[in-house]
């Protein structure tokens, strides 16, 4: 980038509302303190996370909300360093996500932008032999199935269930829980996505849509990663084994849960995790194992569409209607990465 340039082009919202709030504008580039990083975007993936905060269901955590950019991830190539930061240099390719960037915090503009600028703790250098395309698509859903299944704990030999496991954080679990050795049941909505799940690594997989209760024995898995929540909590719990633990990730299906409370005596461990609370330290940790698995093809990364940032409003729109399997990436008319895989 041109170091004279001040502006760049990005998504920004003024208000809640529909897809159609979202604009593609020129907004001025903010100056790169002494520990912070310029990264150019290659490509930001969209999250439910995003659709929510858009719609206002999820309403940004301070006054002066707005202007607002969406985007909770990025990963892009270093283009400016600040004067304290060190191990990470300018061409260095960069994985950042939540710790305030877009979210309901929104301490900084998201990832839906050419430029973004993020505090270097808040970064996970991509080692050079890994596609950074491949890493874009694996991303936050990547990181949080692998922090939502070590809430599970040990998964060799063990049978866990993970539902929504055509979408991007259950494809992801799908693929990180095989690879760790453990018997995966995925849980879809379509019958049409289930051979995209015995793809990643399922050994069964279930069709249950959206209003009828899934089929699922009493006491048969060790473990759950639920993506899903309302009314699939329920079914979900009674599923444990003794001694088995649920850790929810999300509630697209909504955050009204019940559960039978003698199911407790068993025991049974109800747990979860939320990017919300993620740090540098443990980005780096879940990028370095994800990476090692990239690397070695162990798992491979969800399936996605790449669209261009100027029409993030048509990603938002495509998500919303569901049926999408994978991630979506929103890639910027200058990234470099070249050709995207994309999957339609």
Not at 53 to 65: E, L, M, S, T, Y
Not at 240 to 251: F, I, N, Q, T
Not at 266 to 286: F, H, I
């Amino acid at each position: 980038m041109n170091p004279a340039a001040q502006k760049a082009h990005a998504v920004v919202m003024t208000q809640y509302g529909p897809p159609s709030v979202l604009s593609y504008v020129e907004v001025p580039l903010p100056p790169v303190g002494p520990h912070e990083l310029r990264i150019r975007t290659l490509a930001a993936a969209v999250n439910h996370t995003d659709l929510e905060i858009r719609a206002g269901n999820w309403p940004v955590r301070k006054p002066d909300a707005f202007p607002y950019t969406p985007g909770v991830e990025v990963v892009g190539e270093v283009q400016e360093v600040g004067n304290a930061v060190q191990d990470i240099r300018r061409g260095d390719r960069v994985i950042t996500m939540m710790q305030g960037l877009g979210g309901v915090r929104g301490e900084r503009r998201g990832g839906y932008a050419e430029y973004v600028t993020v505090g270097a703790e808040t970064v996970a250098v991509i080692p050079t032999e890994i596609d950074p395309v491949r890493m874009a698509a694996l991303g936050l859903v990547g990181v949080t199935a692998y922090e939502g299944l070590r809430r599970i704990g040990q998964l060799a030999d063990q049978c866990i269930l993970v539902t929504g496991a055509a979408g991007g954080v259950g494809s992801a679990a799908v693929a990180i829980a095989h690879a760790q050795g453990a018997s995966v049941v995925g849980l879809v909505a379509r019958a049409s996505q289930a051979e995209y799940v015995l793809g990643l690594g399922a050994n069964e997989v279930i069709v249950a849509p959206r209003g009828d209760p899934p089929q699922l024995a009493p006491e048969s898995v060790n473990g759950v990663l639920d993506c899903v929540g309302g009314d699939l909590f329920r079914p979900c719990v009674a599923a444990l084994r003794p001694g088995g633990v649920l850790s929810l990730v999300g509630a697209v299906g909504g955050g009204e849960v019940t559960f039978d409370a003698w199911q407790l005596i068993q025991p049974v461990t109800l747990t979860g995790y939320s990017t919300e609370t993620l740090d540098g330290s443990t980005l780096r940790q879940a990028v370095a194992a994800l990476s090692t698995w990239l690397g070695t093809e162990v798992i491979q990364p969800p399936d996605f569409q790449s669209v261009p940032l100027a029409e993030a409003r048509h990603a938002h729109e495509r998500l919303e209607q569901g049926g999408v399997h994978g991630r979506i990436l929103l890639v910027p008319a200058q990234s470099s990465i070249g050709q995207l895989r994309a999957v339609l």
